[in-house]
């Protein structure tokens, strides 16, 4: 297996780098007040770039990556900028909405929804989440047939880029008998269709230019153009889309632990004590290199979670599960030892390692919490 990124990957990234450091320099975000501050300038700057379409066809206005190029484009923008919170909703917008419309849409939704998706005018939320819970068994959400249509009701919650999306794929249950077996059925439409109710942003621990928040569906009324797949095959669509997010959403991680190794060196390599820099002393050196073992594994764990999808997609779920977890922790034991090493100057707000470790709490439970990924880990083992 060969998990290497060619020449062309290696100059994506560099791209995607010198756009972001020239381009989003200037992003901001009140973290003081915890204001929830999402740009649109900022989307559409990406926009121009097609970083919004990085998966989608070049037919459809996109970049057309293949899911390595896409890790290397998400891992230069975290290597270039430290709002993690578009990264984020960037990723959302990527992987669990534009995958699966590029996999299961039909030409016609493809020709509706991926051109603006992809060129920063419009943006996507995934709803699946639910006030009860997200697992299938707890789906409230129904979509009743009328007509040559359907009926969805229901309330979605905790969702991502909601407050201020245009697009949303919905997972609805169409046959409550069959439930997760042929039961249930995704759904793509403009949230601006009748009946859909916007909820207001959510105050969150970190990741705060990721705006989450909640839509309620109110008898809206569709057409059968709005199925994305099979009727009853929601849940293949969801799984595809999952599989596509857990591998591919610590590539944003990766960049950002690179960043915070290096800026972490750099400090102890400035800092002085009793005459000599802190670098020298082995409580610092082996945490800054614990800190480089865990970068190197889990870059080559999202490389390779990257590489099966593109190589072998029937063996995907597995890496992502694994990639997931350990990229999720890993981050988060990164920013703390940033912290830690940087002592008084790394607790100030000012620091921004605040911000750090709030943003990197929340990749240990989106896109599936750790412990769920861990018992879909076990049952693959025949645990």
């Known amino acids: 297996m060969d998990v290497a990124p ?181 759904f793509v439409l403009d949230v601006e269709t009748a009946g859909i109710q916007r909820g207001p942003a959510m105050d969150t621990m970190g990741l705060h230019t990721a705006e989450v928040g909640s839509l309620v569906f109110d008898n809206v009324r569709v057409d059968a153009g709005a199925v994305l797949g099979q009727v009853g095959g929601g849940v293949a669509v969801f799984d595809h889309a999952m599989t596509w997010e857990r591998s591919l959403l610590s590539a944003g991680q990766v960049g950002q632990m690179q960043t915070m190794l290096d800026q972490t060196i750099a400090y102890a390599r400035a800092r002085k004590a009793d005459g000599k820099a802190i670098s020298k002393y082995q409580s610092v050196s082996h945490k800054i290199t614990d800190m480089k073992m865990r970068v190197e594994a889990a870059r080559l764990l999202t490389y390779r979670a990257a590489w099966t999808l593109d190589q072998r997609p029937k063996e995907a779920a597995l890496s992502a599960s694994v990639n997931k977890v350990f990229v999720s922790e890993a981050y988060v034991k990164a920013s703390l030892d940033a912290v830690q090493i940087m002592g008084g100057k790394g607790y100030l707000a000012a620091s921004n390692m605040e911000r750090l470790v709030r943003d990197s709490i929340g990749g240990t439970f989106y896109s599936g919490s750790n412990d769920v990924q861990r018992s879909a880990i076990a049952a693959e083992l025949g645990l």
């Open 6 to 186: 060619t020449k062309e990957h290696k100059q994506l990234q560099k791209e995607i780098v010198a756009f972001a450091k020239q381009q989003l320099k200037d992003a901001s975000f009140a973290e003081r007040d915890r204001g929830h501050v999402f740009s649109r300038a900022l989307w559409q700057a990406c926009g121009a770039q097609r970083i919004p379409g990085l998966v989608v066809p070049e037919a459809y206005g996109g970049k057309g990556y293949d899911a390595l190029g896409t890790a290397m484009a998400l891992e230069g923008l975290g290597l270039a900028i430290e709002d993690q919170g578009l990264l984020m909703a960037l990723s959302t917008h990527l992987l669990s909405c534009q995958v699966p419309l590029v996999a299961f849409g039909t030409e016609a939704q493809k020709q509706r929804f991926l051109p603006g998706l992809s060129d920063g005018s419009r943006i996507a939320t995934s709803a699946m989440a639910e006030p009860v819970g997200s697992s299938w068994s707890d789906l409230a959400t129904t979509a009743v047939a009328d007509g040559d249509g359907y009926v969805i009701t229901g309330e979605k919650t905790l969702l991502t880029n909601a407050p201020v999306a245009d697009v949303v794929i919905v997972y609805a249950v169409t046959d409550a008998e069959k439930g997760a077996e042929g039961g249930i059925t995704a």
